[in-house]
């Protein structure tokens, strides 16, 4: 089992940045993966940044360049960068943690960017 925590979401005017992270626990020496996504209503979840063990990254189209994954394999916590926040950022944001077969969500952070 890994629990995952996360903080870091809030309010902040186009253009403005913020920072998530998301601390693991648990099971921690299983996950082959962390990520970020994020689900705005009546839509379905999508990518947001993906970081392998290996430091691998992956982004989606709409973030690219904008944002940036990154992890602490110390304290066992990853971090989204966002930076350049356009209303349509706004939703909510989850962490996951791929171990294997299973993948594991955190609770979500409010992202909300004003115009």
């Known amino acids: 089992q890994v629990q995952l925590v996360e903080s870091g979401g809030g309010l902040v005017q186009a253009g403005g940045s913020l920072r998530l992270s998301c601390a693991a626990s648990g099971s921690v020496f299983s996950i082959k993966s962390m990520g970020w996504y994020r689900q705005a209503p009546g839509k379905q979840r999508e990518l947001v940044a993906v970081?392998?063990?290996?430091?691998?990254?992956t982004y989606a189209s709409s973030v690219k360049g904008r944002f940036t994954i990154s992890r602490d394999n110390a304290k066992n916590t990853v971090y989204l960068q966002m930076n350049s926040l356009k209303p349509e950022d706004t939703t909510v944001y989850y962490c996951?943690?791929?171990?294997?077969?299973?993948?594991?969500w955190g609770q979500g952070t409010q992202v909300t960017v004003s115009s």
């Open positions: 970081i392998t063990s290996d430091g691998t990254t």
């Open positions: 996951a943690a791929v171990t294997g077969p299973y993948h594991y």
